[in-house]
């Protein structure tokens, strides 16, 4: 939008504009203009801050317009030049006003009526319209003569212009989430200055006949694979777009065995930094997978890369070569059949993220994932697979990079249904920067040594649904802890930095001991029926409980029931319990410094603010009688140190 605008020049740099683009994004970071979300810090998620916003409001006062809801738009001025509609619906015919509108964003609802016009907005460059019904006003699209960005997603969108093609100055288009599109009009190949194009999440099957005329794209999402009858596959359509730097391609599965993937040249896209690769269907031919995905290796210039749907056995074998020095961030999911990870992925230089999700075949995790074995350890067998070339290359490289995995900031391993064992033993030096560590829904019993020894920047865990972990010891670094439906967890133990703990559905866990830093934590079961006795010797400042009613009444009895003893020394708490009532949230709130103590129970005990116990024994009986309350219980999002994500 911003090149759209005017805001960066144009190709007459030495640099693409996309490149100068990110260049002001990271300064204006920088310099605090804006903020990323949720720690993102690619262009997909941003805040300004308050003061800077009514700042710049105050300055377009004369020319941008915020229609909110409730504003009237009876007696707006018509010179506004940039309007965005954050009410739910508006009427199409308060835009029409606008005669010098350059710019349209709009979320909400346009309601329309017979006979309106995008003719009466000659002057629109841009046009953001998501989540409507907009298909009756796009017969006149072709008379915004300057429109250069176009983005319709998530609308009613069932077929673009077939004169969309004489609109030379477009240079984005967005169709996403539009499911009615089935095709690109033949004409869209003579949008020269076209630089984005996503048509992801549509029902596009393949492109027109010269689609690679379109030499000028930068980003492509999207791109449907698909074999003619003659043998030829699109994938051949993406040979001459030289300057890609962010591509996703969809429907690897459907290039036939007698077609080959190498026509897509990525290996001489220079440009190319964000790379999805995506197979649509649970089913296909390994074998076939394999060789197309080896045909398929990206330039050393790439920093993402996502791989979806893999049907083979093994993943590509540039994954495990030295091809991809500047990648910064791996994800894998939906592994069909891989039984293991490629070979020293922790040689990778600059990996700084690495999610591996839904590979139910791996089911164990060596000395092979930090670093390649050396020369006189390959079987015949692995000779046979890999070239001598690639080998000699994996051995330098390990010879070079003494620490395993030496940048890498966030790990995550989800869906790994059959893994049980994960190898690394005190020897093995890696991860020495890792920050956040995520581990969800596998069959460890342990966590390897050389992980708490080594991972001397670990801050973050998250475990969940580790069925079979028994313990968690020994991480001198970690900051906060997170537990969730680990059913026989039995021990924390020596986590002496450790600030924050959640712990949720943990029912065995009876130690919790060596944890002197811990100030703050939240305990949540509603199956418990007592407070854990570790409780009584930890000195927290915060403590937040969700219980049973049962549990939380007893909690409100303080000193007549045992239960208070555990957690009277804790300087705040906070107990809640659902009533029968979905929507009435009962809670015991205390504060020891003014021996506080609120009381709100509902139909069950009386509202209070008081020092005294109160007397709610008439509810006990009600209360015995509880019924097991439906588990609801959600693992928040946790922060993390980057989230590169990789968009469709």
């Known amino acids: 939008m911003w090149i759209a605008d005017g805001f960066i020049p144009g190709d007459e740099n030495s640099k693409l504009p996309e ?70 619906e508006v009427e199409y015919s308060d835009i029409q006003k606008q005669k010098s509108l350059r710019a349209l964003v709009s979320f909400g609802s346009i309601n329309l009526k017979s006979g309106d016009s995008l003719g009466a907005l000659p002057y629109l460059r841009i046009l953001h ?78 492109v027109p006949k010269g689609f690679g005329r379109l030499i000028n794209l930068v980003s492509l999402k999207g791109f449907p694979t698909h074999t003619d009858d003659n043998g030829k596959c699109t994938l051949e359509e993406l040979e001459p777009l030289s300057k890609l730097m962010h591509l996703t391609v969809w429907g690897l599965q459907n290039i036939s065995s007698n077609c080959s993937s190498t026509g897509a ?82 040689q990778l230089p600059n990996l700084e993220s690495l ?43 390990s010879m070079a990079v003494s620490t395993a995995f030496p940048k890498l900031i966030k790990l995550v391993f989800y869906g790994l249904l059959g893994w049980k064992e994960w190898d690394w033993e005190l020897k093995l030096e890696a991860m020495r920067a890792l920050q956040n560590l995520q581990i969800s829904r596998c069959r460890l019993s342990h966590l390897p040594p050389g992980l708490a020894f080594h991972a001397v920047a670990l801050r973050v865990m998250t475990i969940e649904r580790v069925m079979e972990l028994r313990s968690v010891e020994n991480f001198g670094s970690v900051v906060e802890l997170y537990l969730h439906s680990n059913s026989n967890l039995e021990k924390i133990a020596n986590l002496p930095k450790m600030e924050m703990l959640r712990i949720s559905k943990c029912p065995k866990l009876k130690v919790l001991e060596e944890v002197e830093a811990l100030s703050s934590m939240e305990l949540k079961d509603y199956e418990m029926r007592t407070l854990p006795e ?76 008081s020092t005294d116990t109160e007397d709610i024994d008439a509810a006990a009986g009600q209360l015995e009688q509880e019924d097991n309350h439906e588990e609801h219980v959600t693992v928040s999002e946790l922060p993390t140190s980057e989230q590169s994500t990789h968009g469709s």
């Open 355 to 397: 999610c591996v999700q839904h590979a139910r075949r791996i089911s164990y995790i060596g000395e092979e994932f930090f670093r390649p074995s050396t020369l006189g350890d390959d079987s015949e067998s692995d000779q046979d697979e890999r070239s001598i070339r690639t080998l000699v290359e994996q051995y330098n490289r």
């Open 19 to 88: 490149v100068l683009g990110q260049e002001y994004y990271t300064e204006l970071v920088t310099r605090n203009l804006l903020e990323p979300i949720d720690g993102n810090f690619d262009e997909s998620r941003w805040a300004m801050h308050s003061v800077f916003h009514s700042f710049a409001q105050y300055l377009a006062k004369e020319e941008a317009l915020l229609l909110r809801e409730g504003q009237n738009t009876s007696n707006l001025s018509q010179r506004f030049r940039r309007i965005s509609v954050s009410r739910k």
């Open 534 to 609: 570790y409780l009584k010797s930890l000195e927290l400042r915060q403590l937040k409980i969700d219980c049973t009613l049962k549990l939380l009444h007893m909690i409100s009895q303080r000193d007549a029931a045992l239960e208070w003893e555990k957690i009277s020394h804790i300087e705040n708490i906070e107990a809640y319990a659902d009533g029968f009532d979905d929507n009435k949230r009962l809670h015991v709130f205390y504060t020891k410094e003014t021996d506080s103590f609120k009381i709100h129970l509902g139909e069950y005990g009386a509202h209070s603010n």
């Open 265 to 346: 040249k990525l290996s001489d896209k220079t440009h190319l930094t964000s790379l999805w690769l995506r197979c649509t269907t649970t089913e296909g031919n390994e074998l076939q997978s394999q060789e197309v995905f080896d045909d398929l290796c990206p330039s050393p210039s790439l920093e993402h890369l996502t791989i979806t749907g893999y049907f083979g056995c093994r993943l590509p074998k540039w994954l495990m070569s030295m091809v991809l020095d500047n990648l910064r961030m791996l994800k894998l999911e939906n592994l069909q059949s891989c039984t293991e990870l490629p070979y020293s992925l922790g």
């Open 129 to 206: 319209v998501n989540n409507t019904e907009i298909s009756t006003l796009l017969g006149s699209l072709y008379h915004l003569k300057l429109l250069k960005y176009l983005d319709l997603s998530n609308t009613d969108v069932s077929s673009l212009p077939c004169n969309i093609g004489k609109m030379k100055c477009l240079q984005y288009i967005c169709v996403h989430g539009c499911q009615k599109l089935k095709q690109l009009h033949k004409s869209i190949v003579n949008l020269h200055k076209l630089r984005f194009l996503d048509i992801s999440d549509t029902s596009v099957k393949t």
